[in-house]
């Protein structure tokens, strides 16, 4: 079944980075687009950033472009996420997810999502 395990979190001080990556299994990788998700504490998920499937089409959230890059390898079968510059309204559970047609993809939707990896920007 289709599984996505993401990885890559952990607390960083304000101004720093982190590279997020996602394993997907049980599906065809490199004919989904996929995205990046997150939740702060307290608050509703917030779509991120996606990518279609040959990786050269990203689009990002107004909140994390300039600072935030996806990408995909699909020969492994990863998204990856590089965070930049992070500030701590970035803090939360993040998700990687599937996207399943061009329609979701420039709407910013997804559906099924792995376990999520916690981000902390803090002093």
């Known amino acids: 079944q289709e599984q996505l395990v993401e990885s890559g979190g952990g607390l960083v001080q304000p101004g720093g980075s982190l590279r997020l990556s996602c394993a997907a299994s049980?599906?065809?990788?490199?004919?989904?687009?996929m995205s990046w998700v997150r939740q702060a504490p307290g608050k509703g998920p917030e779509w991120v950033a996606n990518?279609?499937?040959?990786?050269?089409?990203?689009r990002y959230a107004d909140s994390v472009r300039g600072r935030f890059t996806i990408s995909r390898d699909n020969a492994k079968n990863t998204l990856y996420l590089q965070m930049n510059n992070l500030k701590p309204e970035d803090t939360g559970l993040y998700y990687c997810?599937?996207?399943?047609?061009?329609?979701?993809?420039?709407?910013?939707?997804?559906?099924?999502w792995g376990q999520g990896t916690q981000v902390t920007v803090s002093t």
């Open positions: 997810a599937l996207t399943r047609s061009y329609k979701d993809y420039v709407e910013n939707k997804y559906d099924f």
């Open positions: 049980g599906f065809s990788f490199s004919t989904h687009y």
């Open positions: 990518i279609n499937t040959v990786g050269n089409m990203p």
